[in-house]
C-alpha cells in the first residue's frame, strides 16, 4: 500500500478532525486505497504546533506553514487556517507540486478561487475541498436517488444552516468577525455548505438575489485566544463587526428549480441546523444535520393511502456505511463524514484521479457567494455569470 | 343572549367550516357571546345552494348572493365564494349595513382589498377576515410569547405553506388556476396565511423580493365541477395556467428582523405544511400546521446544559383550549380554530368592537401579496408603501 | 331520513363530546344514516341536567336517569356517567327495549357487563361502547393494512396510555380514585382502551400477567364538584386512594404474539399518550395520540436501502377522512373521532345491523381487565377464560 | 504518561470498536490519562489475527487467547469473543493479575458472572463490562439530573432494545442463536443494555416476571462466517434456535418504582430501537438511540403553559462532550461512546480506582438476566435474590 505523507497546517477544530480522520481509515477501511502519513503539523506559535503534533500523533511539527509546504517529504498539503490563508498556501503549494485538500470555504473571494484552481490544474495536483456534509452516506443517497430519477424533476431547493454558538452578544469577537480574515459572515462560514448541497444535488446557479443583516454589531474583545468557546474580556473593550449575521437568498438554477439557502449564526436554539429539502414532481426528501442518520423520502409513487415521508436510517445499503458497522441505526458521527473525505481523498491520490469536490467547485462555491454579496451591495438580482 | 342572523355565500370546503363553527360555537362556549343563526346559504345553483341549506341546517336558500345580501334578517354576510366576488360582495353588504366575514385574501388586488376596507369603515360595520390558523391556541401562545418579550429581540422569521394538493400534473383546471378569479396562484391561495402570520407574530414589512414559476404550464379539463378531489376529462383538451405555483420572497420588517416566506401547490409529499419559525435574541419558537397541537420553544433562559426546544402540546392553560377539552393533547382539529375565529367575530359582534384580522388587516397583506408580485414582476426589491 | 331520538345521561367530559357528534353528523356526513335528534338530558342535579340541555341543543333535560329511559320518544339511550352506573342504566334500557350507546369501560366487571351484554342480546336491542380511539381513520387504516396481510404474521403488540392530569399529588380525590364507583384505576379508565386496540388489532388474549401499584395513597378532598380540573379544599382534609395509579401487564395473545400493556394517570409530562405499536413478519406500525393525525408504517417490502418508518397523514383515501375535508394534513380532532363513532352507530341503528365495539365487546374488555387485576392480586399469570 | 498494555481478544465487530477506541482517546482526550498501546490480537483463526493486527494496528498477533493472557507485556486482557470464552478468559486473566475490560453480557449464567467477578476481587484487578451506551454524555446527563432529585421520585422506568437484523427467517443460524456459546437470545443480547440502564438509572430490582418467545424456529445454516451480514447457504439445510427472539418483563424495584423492559431481534423496521422513560414526581425523561444525540426532557417545574418535553441536544455542557467538539448537534456517533468508555477504563487504570460498570456491575445485570429466565420457565414472579 502506497503511503500518503501529510503536512497538516492549522491545529484547531478542523486541524483535529483532519488529524483523527487520518488515524482511522485504515481502520475503518480495509484496506485502505493509501496510508496516511502525517509527518508534520504547522501552526502559528510553538505551543500551539507542539501540542497539535503530539495530540495528533504527527512525527514533528514548525511554526507557521511554508516550511510545511516546502518540506520534501510531504505530498499532501492539508489546509485547516483561517480562510484568509488558504490562497497564499495553495499557490505555494501547487507551485511546489503537492496536492492540496483545503477546508472551505476556498477562498475569501471568487477571483481567489478562481486563482488557486487555475494553479493546480497547471500543476497537475490533486485537489478537494472539506464540503465534508455531502460526505454523509445519506447524502450520498439523496444524491443517488436524484441521479436515479426517484424524484422526477426538480422544482424546489430550500436549504439552510442555522446556529446560535455566536447568539450571545457576549460571544467575543474572533476572525470570524473580521472580514479581512473570514471574508463574508454567515454566508461564507455555514452558508458556503449549503450552496454545495444545492449544487451537490441540483445543479449550476443562473441567478440570486440576497438579503444580509448584521443584528450583534459590537463584540467584546476575547480574553486569551479565540475560539468557539471563548470568553470575553472583562475590560469592556469592543470591537466592530465586520460581516453579516444573517444571510437569506433567492435562487434561480439553471435547469429551471427555484430555491432560497439561508443561514444565520445567531438563530438562538438551533445548533447545527445544516438542513436542506428537494422537492421532485415525483418524490422529495428532507434532512438536517442534527439527526444526520436520517433521510426524509416522500415517493408519490408509493401506493395511494400508503403515502408519507419516510425516515431512512443510514444503513449497510448505503453508501461507505458497511465500512463502519454491519447494522443501521447504530450511528454515525460528524468525524465518520471526514472519514470517508478522507477515504475519498486517498483514494483519488492512490489512482491519480480528481477527487470531489476539488478547486474547481470550490471556485464555483465561491462564484456564488460573490455574486450573493454583490445583490446585496446593489439590492438587485445577480446572474452568477457576472462573477 | 343576543342572536346574530347570518347569510352565508358559498357552500365549498369553506361554507361547510364555517356552518359547522356556527353550530359548534354555543355548544363549545358555555355561554356564547351571541347566537349565530344561519337564516339563508346563497350558491350558484339551485342544487348546490338546496343542498347547502340542508346539510348546514339553514332556514333558506337562494341561487347568487344579491338576495342574501338584501335579506333583510341577515346581521352579517358570509362570504366563502372564489376571491374575485368578495369584492362586489362587499361592498354591497357593506352598503346594506351589514357585517361582513370575509375568507382571504381579502381580494385579488390591494387596491380592491383597500376599497373594501374602507367602505366598511365608512359604513361602520364589523368586519373579518378568515385567517383561522392564528386562531390556533398555540398561535395565540406564539402571540403572547413574543409580545411578552420572552423571545427578545425578533430576528428572523421563515414561514412556509407546501402543499401537493396540485403537484399532480393530471389535477385539471381549476378557479384557482385562472388569474381573474383567484388572482395569483400559491401566493394568494397558500402565502396569505403566511404573510398573515408574519404580520400578526413580527409586525409590519418594509420590503419584498420575490421569485415566482409556474412549473405546470398545462392542466387538463375537469370533468363536471371542479375541487380539490375532481378528475379531468378523458378527452384530453387542457387549459393554460395563469398563476404562479410557487413563490419565494424575501422580507425585511420594518422593526429590523428579516426572513423569508415560501409557498408551493406543487410540493410532493408536503399535505397542510403551513409552517413557521421566529427567532429572537432570548429565544426561538417553531410550528407546523400538520402538528397542529404542538408549539416548539426554545429559551436561552433555560439554565445552561437544560436548554433544547420544548415541545408544548395544546392545553387548558393556553387560550380558549379549556373551553373545548380539560386536559392537553387530546388534539383539537381544524374545525377547532374556524370554532375561535367565529368565537372571536360573534364577540365583537355582540359587544360592537372591531375583531381581528379585520378588513384593514386584510387589506395590509394584499398590499405585500401586490408588493411581492410587483417584485416579481420587475426583478427587483419593491417597498410596501410603493403599493 | 329516519330520526333517531336520543336521552343523553351525563353532562360532563363525554356528554358534551356525544352531544357535539349529534350535531355534526349530518353536517360532515351527506346525507346522514339517520338523523340524530336529542330529546331529554339527564343529570343528577336541576343545574347540571338544565345547564346541558340549554349548551347541547336538547329539547329538555331531568334530574336523574329513569325518566329518560323511560321516556317514550328515546330511540336510544346514551349513557356518559361514571362506571358504576353503567349497569343499572343499561339493564333498565334494555328491559325498556331501547338501544344503548355506553361509554367505556362498560362495567365494573366482567360478570357485570356479561349480565349487560346478554340482557342486550336478549332484548335484541343495538348497542355500542364508546372505545372511540379505534375510529380514528388511522386506526381503521393500521386494521386494514393488518388484515390485508401487509404486516404479515404479527409477532408483538405494545400499548400504553400514559397521562400527568393526576400525578400533581395535590390533585383532589374524585369518583376516579374510588373503587366502588369506577373500579379500577388507570387499567380500567386508561388501560382499556388500549386493551381494546390489542384485540381490535391483534386479537383474542390468551393470558395476562401483571403488576399495580398507587404511588399517591393519599389526595385531599376536592372544592366543589370535582373533575379533571378541580382544586383541592384548603382544610387539608384528605382521602385514601382505592385503585391504581399504573399498571403494567404481559399478554399472550391466542395468536400466537407477544406483548405489553401499561397505563398510568401519574406520568409526568405525557398527556393524552395513547399509543400503540405493532411488528409483523413483513412491516410494523406505531401510533401515538398526541399526534393522532400521523400512522407510522414500516414495509420491509420496500427496495433496499429506501426501508424506513413512513409517516402517514390521515387524508382522504382512508376510511370516513373525505367526509370532514379534501385534502390530507388538515388536521381531524379528538371530536371527529366521536362522530365517526356516532355515524356508525347511526348506520347500525338505519339499517338494524350491529355496530362495532358492542356490548359483547365491552364485556371481553372487562374480562381482560378482571384477568389483569386477579393475576395482579395473586401475583401470577391468569388465563382470561378463568374469568 | 504511563502506557496500558493490551491484549485484544476478538476481532470482530466489537473487537474494532474496541481498537478504535484505543486509536482515539489521546487523540480526543488531551492529555489521555494513559497510553494504550495495543501489543497483541488474539483470534481464532491466523487469518482473522493477522488481518486485525493489521487493521487496528497491533504490534502483534496470536491465533487463540492464551498466549494473550500469558503476553508479559499485557497490562489490559479485552475479551470480545462470544459469550461463552468470556468465563475461561476472564478467570485466566484474573489469575494471572491482568486487568480485564468484558464486552457484555459478562457470563453465560449469574452463577458464572460473580465467579469472575469474585476471581477478580481476589485478584485485585480493575475490570470493566463494556456496556458503552451509558457512556453516551446525554445517558451521563440523564443520571446527573435524576441524581440531583430534577425528575423527584422516581415511578416508572420503561426500556426496550428493537432490532430487526435478524428478523429475516433467512437470516442465517450464527452463535447468536445457540445456547452454549449465546446463553440467552434477546435478553443476554439486547436486553443486558437495558437492564443496566434501568439499574443506572432507577437501582437495584426486587423481583421480575418475564414471557420470551421463539418465533422463527428453525434458521438456514450459514454459508461461511456467520455474522450479523452473512447469507444463507442455498442448500436449504436448517438448525433450530436455541433461545428466544423476544422477551418482555416485568420489574419491581427495590426503590419502590414499576417497570418494563422488552427486547427482541425480530422487531421488524427497528433498527437500534435501544430507549429508556424514565417517569418522576417532578418530571420524565425519554431516549432512543437511533437518535443518540438527543434526551427528551420535562419538568413539571416549568411555568404553567410552558411545559412541555424539551429536546436536549448533546453539547459541550454535558460529560466528556468537549473534549470531542465545541458546539452542541455537530453529532456524536456510536464509536464516541466507546471512547468515553475506554477512557474511563485507562483512567480507572492510571489512578488504580475502581471503574464503572465493574464485574460486580456485570454480575448484577446477569443475575437479573437469570431471574428473568427463571420467572418464563415457571412461569412466575421471580425476586432477583432467589438467584
Redesign the interface.
Given at each position: 500500500m502506497e503511503t500518503i505523507n501529510i503536512g497538516l497546517i492549522g491545529t484547531g477544530?478542523m486541524g483535529?478532525g483532519h488529524?483523527?480522520a487520518y488515524?482511522?481509515v485504515?481502520?475503518?477501511f480495509?484496506p485502505a486505497p493509501a496510508f496516511p502519513n502525517l509527518v508534520v503539523v504547522g501552526d502559528v506559535t510553538e505551543d500551539l504546533a507542539r501540542?497539535g503534533a503530539?495530540?495528533?500523533?504527527a512525527e514533528g511539527w514548525v511554526v507557521g506553514w511554508e516550511q510545511v509546504v516546502d518540506d520534501e517529504r510531504v505530498d499532501l498539503v492539508d489546509i485547516t487556517t483561517p480562510n484568509n490563508l488558504h490562497k497564499e498556501i495553495a499557490l505555494a503549494s501547487a507551485k511546489a507540486g503537492k496536492h492540496i485538500y483545503c477546508e472551505k470555504p476556498l477562498a475569501l473571494t471568487g477571483k481567489d478561487a478562481k486563482e488557486m484552481y487555475e494553479a493546480a490544474a497547471r500543476a497537475g495536483v490533486i485537489t478537494m475541498v472539506g464540503f465534508n456534509f455531502i460526505k454523509n452516506p445519506v447524502a450520498l443517497?439523496a444524491k443517488e436517488m436524484i441521479e436515479a430519477g426517484e424524484?422526477?424533476?426538480i422544482?424546489?431547493f430550500?436549504g439552510?444552516f442555522?446556529?446560535?454558538?455566536l447568539?450571545?452578544?457576549n460571544a467575543p469577537f474572533s476572525w470570524r468577525f473580521d472580514r479581512l480574515i473570514a471574508g463574508s459572515g454567515a454566508l461564507a462560514d455555514l452558508g458556503s455548505h449549503v450552496i454545495e448541497f444545492a449544487r451537490f444535488l441540483v445543479g449550476d446557479f443562473e441567478r440570486v438575489?440576497?438579503?444580509a443583516?448584521t443584528?450583534i454589531e459590537e463584540r467584546p474583545l476575547a480574553a486569551g485566544v479565540s475560539?468557539?468557546?471563548s470568553k470575553a474580556t472583562s475590560e469592556g473593550s469592543t470591537r466592530t463587526v465586520e460581516n453579516e449575521?444573517?444571510i437569506?437568498?433567492?435562487?434561480?438554477f439553471k435547469g429551471?428549480a427555484?430555491?432560497?439557502i439561508?443561514a444565520?449564526r445567531?438563530?438562538?436554539?438551533?445548533?447545527?441546523?445544516m438542513a436542506y429539502e428537494v422537492?421532485?414532481?415525483?418524490?422529495?426528501l428532507h434532512f438536517v444535520?442534527?439527526?444526520?442518520?436520517e433521510l426524509n423520502?416522500?415517493?408519490?409513487t408509493?401506493p395511494?393511502?400508503?403515502?408519507?415521508?419516510?425516515?431512512?436510517?443510514a444503513?449497510?445499503?448505503?453508501p461507505y456505511y458497511?465500512s463502519f458497522?454491519?447494522?443501521?441505526?447504530?450511528?454515525?458521527?460528524?468525524?465518520?463524514m471526514k472519514i470517508i473525505e478522507v477515504y475519498e481523498l486517498l483514494d483519488a491520490l492512490a489512482n491519480n484521479e480528481p477527487a470531489y469536490p476539488d478547486f474547481k467547485e470550490g471556485w464555483k462555491v465561491c462564484q456564488v457567494i460573490d455574486a450573493v454579496l454583490l445583490s446585496v451591495e446593489e439590492?438587485?438580482?445577480v446572474s452568477v455569470e457576472e462573477i
Amino acid at each position: 500500500m502506497e503511503t500518503i505523507n501529510i503536512g497538516l497546517i492549522g491545529t484547531g477544530f478542523m486541524g483535529k478532525g483532519h488529524a483523527m480522520a487520518y488515524q482511522m481509515v485504515p481502520k475503518i477501511f480495509s484496506p485502505a486505497p493509501a496510508f496516511p502519513n502525517l509527518v508534520v503539523v504547522g501552526d502559528v506559535t510553538e505551543d500551539l504546533a507542539r501540542k497539535g503534533a503530539r495530540d495528533f500523533g504527527a512525527e514533528g511539527w514548525v511554526v507557521g506553514w511554508e516550511q510545511v509546504v516546502d518540506d520534501e517529504r510531504v505530498d499532501l498539503v492539508d489546509i485547516t487556517t483561517p480562510n484568509n490563508l488558504h490562497k497564499e498556501i495553495a499557490l505555494a503549494s501547487a507551485k511546489a507540486g503537492k496536492h492540496i485538500y483545503c477546508e472551505k470555504p476556498l477562498a475569501l473571494t471568487g477571483k481567489d478561487a478562481k486563482e488557486m484552481y487555475e494553479a493546480a490544474a497547471r500543476a497537475g495536483v490533486i485537489t478537494m475541498v472539506g464540503f465534508n456534509f455531502i460526505k454523509n452516506p445519506v447524502a450520498l443517497l439523496a444524491k443517488e436517488m436524484i441521479e436515479a430519477g426517484e424524484l422526477g424533476e426538480i422544482y424546489h431547493f430550500r436549504g439552510s444552516f442555522h446556529q446560535d454558538v455566536l447568539a450571545d452578544p457576549n460571544a467575543p469577537f474572533s476572525w470570524r468577525f473580521d472580514r479581512l480574515i473570514a471574508g463574508s459572515g454567515a454566508l461564507a462560514d455555514l452558508g458556503s455548505h449549503v450552496i454545495e448541497f444545492a449544487r451537490f444535488l441540483v445543479g449550476d446557479f443562473e441567478r440570486v438575489c440576497g438579503l444580509a443583516k448584521t443584528f450583534i454589531e459590537e463584540r467584546p474583545l476575547a480574553a486569551g485566544v479565540s475560539g468557539y468557546r471563548s470568553k470575553a474580556t472583562s475590560e469592556g473593550s469592543t470591537r466592530t463587526v465586520e460581516n453579516e449575521d444573517s444571510i437569506h437568498f433567492l435562487i434561480e438554477f439553471k435547469g429551471g428549480a427555484t430555491g432560497t439557502i439561508e443561514a444565520s449564526r445567531i438563530a438562538t436554539g438551533r445548533k447545527v441546523f445544516m438542513a436542506y429539502e428537494v422537492n421532485g414532481s415525483k418524490g422529495s426528501l428532507h434532512f438536517v444535520h442534527e439527526r444526520m442518520n436520517e433521510l426524509n423520502v416522500y415517493l408519490s409513487t408509493d401506493p395511494t393511502g400508503r403515502q408519507g415521508f419516510k425516515t431512512i436510517l443510514a444503513g449497510p445499503e448505503h453508501p461507505y456505511y458497511e465500512s463502519f458497522w454491519p447494522v443501521a441505526g447504530i450511528g454515525l458521527g460528524y468525524e465518520d463524514m471526514k472519514i470517508i473525505e478522507v477515504y475519498e481523498l486517498l483514494d483519488a491520490l492512490a489512482n491519480n484521479e480528481p477527487a470531489y469536490p476539488d478547486f474547481k467547485e470550490g471556485w464555483k462555491v465561491c462564484q456564488v457567494i460573490d455574486a450573493v454579496l454583490l445583490s446585496v451591495e446593489e439590492g438587485r438580482w445577480v446572474s452568477v455569470e457576472e462573477i
